[in-house]
């Protein structure tokens, strides 16, 4: 009996399933090297599971659309010499961008790629990255890199207010909320340091205390799961730490290159996580077990309309 046919089909067998079902945390680039700018942040993924991310081709206050199969185009370029890094978007569907060089947050309506201020307060450094409660109102870390140091800002769902909920803080870059929302992390880079918050119903914050502190490399951007495990990039290290809400490290994943910049979760399942990374301006995606808090969100995933 000749068994090589049958080899051969069982090899196509293994070699689809894997196409299907990719290892977990084993890290693929999704666009080519150098797609993007060495500035290239967000990330975020709409409900129909395009990615989004700052930088891209060449211009630095530009965010391109890329598909899941990575086929990058030009989405806007934002206006008035404005420069985005974090992005986020609310149940509705519209999209938040943290605008660092002209003190604001701005709010793209994606249907009809229309720009607005949503707010602006001359008293912020740099407002670098966001997190959004199930309400939608916003908090933004906002560090100041000159000084290294940092500050928290909470601003309404409807963008006419904002407060600064807390300062003396080392330099505040990824910040998210725990799946409850009753706590917010936020992360300092250049003090390797991530704290926990309690959130108040007034969105105000009490109860700071260290979660976990790193003795080398930075911060950037960071994401949680829907078990609470946030998703953290550690800048220079080339690697993104899970670390749990106990404040233990789960695993390190690397991601093709030394300086991650922030990361969201996106696919069918949400458990596919985008990462932004600078070195080789590109996006990189990687498998994990449990999908991403911000993607349950979406009216009718997994936990229904939250």
């Known amino acids: ?109 994606p249907k009809t790629r229309t720009i607005r201020t949503f707010h602006h307060n001359a008293e912020m450094n740099q407002p670098n990255d966001l997190a959004i409660t199930a309400k939608g109102d916003l908090y933004a870390s906002d560090p100041n890199w000159a000084a290294g140091t940092g500050q928290l800002w909470w601003i309404s769902r409807d963008g006419k207010r904002s407060r600064r909920v807390a300062s003396d803080m080392g330099t505040t870059n990824g910040i998210d909320l725990s799946p409850d929302g009753r706590t917010l992390y936020v992360n300092e880079s250049v003090q390797r340091k991530v704290w926990a918050f309690r959130v108040q119903r007034d969105g105000s914050l009490t109860g700071k205390r260290l979660l976990i502190e790193f003795p080398d490399f930075g911060f950037d951007g960071m994401r949680i799961d829907v078990d609470g495990n946030l998703y953290a990039t550690r800048h220079g290290k080339g690697v993104v730490a899970v670390i749990s809400p106990q404040g233990k490290v789960i695993r390190e994943i690397p991601v093709l290159g030394s300086k991650p910049s922030n990361i969201c979760f996106g696919g069918v399942d949400g458990r596919t996580a985008y990462v932004t990374e600078m070195e080789k301006g590109r996006l990189v995606r990687f498998r994990v077990e449990r999908p991403g808090l911000e993607w349950t969100r979406w009216p009718g995933r997994l936990r229904g309309d939250r």
């Not at 391109?64 to 992005?87: H, K, M, Q, Y």
């Open 1 to 109: 009996m000749n068994l090589r046919p049958i080899a051969f089909i069982l090899l196509a067998i293994v070699k689809s399933a894997t196409a299907q079902n990719p290892a977990l945390y084993e890290p693929v680039p999704l666009t080519a090297e150098h797609s993007f700018t060495g500035e290239i942040e967000g990330p975020a993924v709409d409900r129909a599971g395009n990615v989004y991310a700052v930088a891209f081709a060449g211009r630095k206050s530009s965010i391109a659309r890329v598909t899941p199969e990575g086929v990058a185009e030009l989405f806007v370029d934002l206006p008035g010499g404005s420069l985005g890094n974090g992005i986020r978007f609310n149940r509705k569907g519209l999209m938040y961008v943290a605008d660092y060089n002209n003190h604001n947050v701005l709010r793209i309506d």
